[in-house]
Every structure is written in structure tokens, then in C-alpha cells.
């Protein structure tokens, strides 16, 4: 059927997503080496750019971001909430890009995480993606600000299953779904572009559970409010930390700036390595300009 048939010919390739830059410098080398050695309880924030050397792309790097190429725009919460079609859309796409999707693997970068967080350098993994990788490298005990596209609910009876068990049960009403993908190109949200003629012929099941409710990934969509409580426990996670570092992030969205402004707030030194500008660069003791694959695996901890 279409979806061996797509994950046949599109291939996650590492370093696809990846911008142009300039290899590392000495220094720069030197100055992250120096951060991490002076402080015992990081508070670490990563983004999308830790996840593109893993072959997924993320939204806002220069000339690879989904933003640079097309004028393409993720569903909002609002849209997905009040339309059917809508919903109908979001899940005929995913289900053809979740067999590519899923089977992304964590890079070098997820594993040297998870290497400092269980020797105790890091005390927080807060993570910006929903991508699942730092756990699946190990880092079980990683927050995941914006959630999950691995797990599903009903906006009904609230039943929770895996997206894995959701994707078995679209395959057994999707039979004769084969349609025509033009542009295969994976997205950060395990989307991918279908014509509207071919999403109307996709099958959307109710909730296996009450047969009345539509499922939801378990993501913070865009538009959408990281819940008040969930905040507040990454807020008492930073009381325990003596540094921030921001890894891959361009800090655009508030959920994750909030955090860098805590961290000001407490007069936490912060630390940013990323290939392209943040919000937080002014408030930073340093930025780096590097790929987190290139300067991490030199840091000795």
C-alpha cells in the first residue's frame, strides 16, 4: 500500500535539515568547555535543531527550515478543534508520513545528553520537540514542553493509546487510501502535503473507545497553551538548577523563552549554542554558533 510504498522512496537523511555554517572554532570550544565545568545542575532546553542531524527539519533555519522554502504553516489548535475537515486533513497526513516519521532515530548529540543527565550534570532536560528522541536514547525522565505526536487521546471519553495502535487501526479503514504524494518532504509534526481532493477520501475512525470522540495527538498545537500546572513544575525544576544551556532552539515561541527569562530572573548564568539567532541571545552569558553534533562531542565532562 502507499505508506511502504512512500517510506520505500523518502529516506531520513542526517544532516538533510542541517544549515550551512563554519566548522566550530577553538575557542568557542573552549568557552562551552569552561560553562560546563564550572556548574553541577544544568537546566537544559533543546529544540529542533538537535533533532535535524537525526533527519527532521525543523521550522526557522536559513535556506532548510519549512518556513524558508515554502509558505507552509502548521495546523493550529483552533482550526483543528472547530472542523472536521480539518481533522480529516491532519490525520490523512500523518498517517501517510508516520511510518517515515516514527522511525527517526536519536543522533550522537541525544545520546551525549542522556551520558551527562545520568552522571548528574544535568538536572533538567527540557525538550521542545515532540519527536520522542531523547527517549528513545535513554532519557526517560526528559519533560516534554510541548508533548508527544507517539501518543494519542479522544477529545471525548479521553482515552489514551499509543499513535502506534491509533496508525493500525486507520490502516484497517484505509485499505484502498493510496493517494498521489507530490511533495514527501517530512515535517517537524509528522505532516506531509496532500491535495484536498485526496484527504477527502481518507476514512477518519471515531475513538475506539465511546465510537463518538476524534482522536488528538498529545501536542501542544500551535495556538494552543502549555497547561498552567506543567509550567509551574519546570518553574520549581529551575530552583534546583545553577545554569541554563539552550541547545538548538531559536527560543521564537514564549513556552520556552519563559524559562531563559526565569533563569535571568534568578540571575542563573545561560549559555546558547545554536547555528542561527534567538530571542535569548541578550540575555546569555555567550552564544556559539556551532552544530550541536560538531562542538558536543568534544565537551568532557
Same mark, same amino acid.
Request: aromatic share 10%.
Given at each position: ?64 527550515? *519549512? ?10 489548535? !483552533? ?46 532536560? *527540557? ?17 516534554? *514542553? ?90 520549581? !525544576? ?61 565537551? !568532557?565532562?
Amino acid at each position: 500500500m502507499c505508506v511502504r510504498n512512500i517510506s520505500h522512496t523518502f529516506k531520513l537523511v542526517p544532516n538533510r535539515f542541517v544549515p550551512t555554517h563554519e566548522h566550530v572554532l577553538k575557542n568557542d570550544v573552549t568557552l562551552l568547555q569552561d560553562f560546563i565545568q564550572s556548574y553541577a545542575k544544568l537546566f537544559v532546553i533543546t529544540g529542533a535543531g538537535i533533532s535535524t542531524e537525526s533527519g527532521i527539519p525543523d521550522y526557522r533555519s536559513k535556506g532548510v527550515g *519549512l518556513y524558508s522554502q515554502n509558505s507552509y504553516q502548521p495546523m493550529r489548535i !483552533k482550526e483543528f478543534l472547530s472542523s472536521s475537515q480539518a481533522q480529516r486533513r491532519y490525520w490523512a497526513r500523518s498517517y501517510i508520513q508516520w511510518p517515515i516519521f516514527s522511525s527517526s532515530q536519536p543522533n550522537q548529540s541525544h545520546y551525549i545528553l542522556n551520558d551527562w543527565f545520568s552522571k548528574g550534570k544535568i538536572h533538567t532536560l *527540557l525538550t521542545q520537540n515532540v519527536d520522542e528522541l531523547h527517549k528513545k536514547a535513554g532519557t526517560l525522565e526528559a519533560i516534554e *514542553l510541548h508533548g508527544s505526536v507517539h501518543k494519542v487521546h479522544c477529545l471525548n471519553c479521553q482515552k489514551q493509546m499509543s499513535r502506534e495502535a491509533f496508525q493500525i487501526i486507520l490502516d484497517s479503514v484505509n485499505i484502498e487510501f493510496s493517494p498521489e504524494v507530490r511533495d514527501v518532504k517530512l515535517r517537524p509534526d509528522a505532516d506531509i502535503y496532500l491535495e484536498e481532493d485526496e484527504v477527502s477520501r481518507f476514512i477518519l475512525p471515531k475513538c475506539p473507545s465511546c465510537d463518538i470522540g476524534i482522536m488528538q495527538p498529545n501536542i501542544v498545537f500551535f495556538g494552543a497553551n502549555v497547561k498552567k500546572e506543567k509550567v509551574e513544575q519546570i518553574y520549581e !525544576k529551575i530552583n534546583y538548577c545553577d545554569s541554563i544551556l539552550v541547545l538548538g532552539s531559536s527560543l521564537q515561541v514564549f513556552s520556552a523563552l519563559r524559562f531563559v527569562l526565569r533563569g535571568k530572573e534568578r540571575n542563573l548564568p545561560i549559555g546558547i549554542v545554536s547555528l542561527g539567532p534567538t530571542r535569548g541571545d541578550n540575555l546569555a552569558k555567550f552564544k556559539i554558533v556551532a552544530r550541536l553534533g560538531e562542538i558536543l562531542p568534544i565537551i !568532557k565532562i
